[in-house]
T-cell receptor, first 117, second 116 residues
């Protein structure tokens, strides 16, 4: 496989369920990201990882728990979500993080469309 | 205030027409990057172009062209001779690596429908 893959592509869960989203990048990149895309709103950056270390957490509720076991895999663990958490969750990767004014292009996966009932 | 504004929510054009998607940005940084991404119905964001703030030269790639104007803080995207496969949501994005690090600001997107 090439690029960035995400599973599952669609997920329906109740508010008391626990589920996990998986992202895998086959690009040899060192940085990975989780974004949330809600209807009519800009993409929101949730978490940033570099070499398996979390470098940013943009005030995301604790019911979202990321995990990065290695530089190729990123998980988003979901627990007791709310209906307003229904959205498209996108994973992205880049060669490295932005540094010294240089930016790394991010490459995105197809997303997981989540519906919380 | 929103850092990236895409005022056009939805646009419909007939195939072979030219269409311009507008993007206006706001930044305090002198070093910044602008991007366009395409999101087809499959959901995956496809990278189209990256432009840094020091390079105002316009760029053309096939039927795509980009007009970067620092004076008006705009980075507009034109599709020439549109095709049905161009139907997608297009996002403009801004990064300010020196000011906000890894934050990546997206606009709300413009949904383009090309009618055969």
């Amino acid at each position: 496989e090439t690029g960035v893959t995400q599973t599952p592509r669609h997920l329906v869960m109740g508010m008391t369920n626990k589920k996990s989203l998986k992202c895998e990048q086959h690009l040899g990149h060192n940085a990975m990201y989780w974004y949330k895309q809600s209807a009519k709103k800009p993409l929101e950056l949730m978490f940033v990882y570099s070499l398996e270390e979390r470098v940013e957490n943009n005030s995301v509720p604790s019911r979202f728990s990321p995990e990065c076991p290695n530089s190729s895999h990123l998980f988003l663990h979901l627990h007791t979500l709310q209906p307003e958490d229904s959205a498209l969750y996108l994973c992205a990767s880049s060669q490295d993080l932005a540094s010294g004014g240089a930016w790394e292009t991010q490459y995105f996966g197809p997303g997981t469309r989540l519906l919380v009932l | 205030a929103q850092k990236v504004t895409q005022a056009q929510t939805e646009i419909s054009v007939v195939e072979k027409e030219d269409v311009t998607l507008d993007c206006v940005y706001e930044t305090r940084d002198t070093t910044y990057y602008l991007f366009w991404y395409k999101q087809p119905p499959s959901g995956e964001l496809v990278f189209l172009i990256r432009r840094n703030s020091f390079d105002e030269q316009n760029e053309i790639s096939g039927r795509y062209s980009w007009n970067f104007q620092k004076s008006t803080s705009s980075f507009n995207f034109t599709i020439t001779a549109s095709q049905v496969v161009d139907s997608a949501v297009y996002f403009c994005a801004l990064s300010e690596p020196l000011y906000t690090g890894n934050q990546f600001y997206f606009g709300t997107g413009t949904s383009l429908t090309v009618i055969p």
